[in-house]
């Protein structure tokens, strides 16, 4: 089962930031925060995943609480073409197997 | 750079017949993941394939199997169909042997529809 609970569905403008939270209050000291995102009709696509720090990248940027029982990601600015399904995935990083376990993720969409 | 590469993309059976779907990684990558996404819902993990052999498996009957071939492409095969197998099955590739980046690599997916 997933370890992480997201919104069903978010809206956001165009233009805007969009912040998608994600609570993961169970998990433990060597697992890592992964999102990634489904556009319609595509296979899912990796965007960022973090420890404990505050991370950033072209595509995003992972802010972690403290207390690592919570996360958000954020789009600085959304375009039309950031509607996707985002996935929060909590798992061992370097873990034999290399296996992520998916829920069933917020619908994120950008309004014009 | 070719990415992961999935055949066919669209197939329709029916009932009681067998599928086989297969998965090219990306390059330099040796280990391929597949999963079963149905309508609405996340990916779900099926199994692994690494050095040729499935090296962990989700929660999926017998009737799912697999096998890795020495250019690390992958086959995932199904038996028997049901109506409840119609879905997305995605493949995913990653690095086994230089190690964990966090990052998997998905193809488009297969979208297998079954009668």
């Known amino acids: 089962d997933a370890k992480t609970t997201q919104p069903t569905s978010m809206d956001c403008a165009e233009g805007r930031a969009a912040n998608l939270p994600c609570n993961h209050s169970?998990?433990?000291?060597?697992?890592?925060v992964y999102w990634y995102r489904q556009i319609h009709s595509q296979g899912p696509q990796y965007i960022i995943h973090g420890l404990k720090n505050n991370e950033t990248n072209e595509m995003a940027s992972l802010i972690i609480t403290e207390d690592r029982k919570s996360s958000t990601l954020i789009l600085p600015h959304a375009t039309l073409r950031d509607t996707a399904v985002y996935y929060c995935i909590v798992e061992t990083y370097g873990g034999a197997t290399n296996k992520l376990i998916f829920g069933t993720g917020t619908l994120l969409a950008v309004q014009p | 750079d070719a990415g992961v590469t999935q055949s066919p993309t669209h197939l329709i059976k029916t009932r009681g017949q067998q599928v086989t779907l297969r998965c090219s990684p990306k390059s330099g990558h040796d280990t391929v993941s597949w999963y079963q996404q149905a309508l609405g819902q996340g990916p779900q993990f099926i199994f692994q394939y690494y050095e040729e052999e499935e090296r962990q498996r989700g929660n999926f009957p017998d009737r799912f199997s697999g096998h890795q071939f020495p250019n690390y492409s992958s086959e995932l095969n199904v038996n028997a169909l049901l109506l409840g197998d119609s879905a997305l099955y995605l493949c995913?590739?990653?690095?086994?042997?230089?190690?964990?980046?966090?990052?998997?690599?998905f193809g488009e997916g297969s979208r297998l529809t079954v009668l």
């Open positions: 169970t998990i433990s000291g060597n697992e890592y």
């Open positions: 995913a590739s990653s690095s086994g042997s230089m190690g964990w980046t966090g990052e998997l690599f």
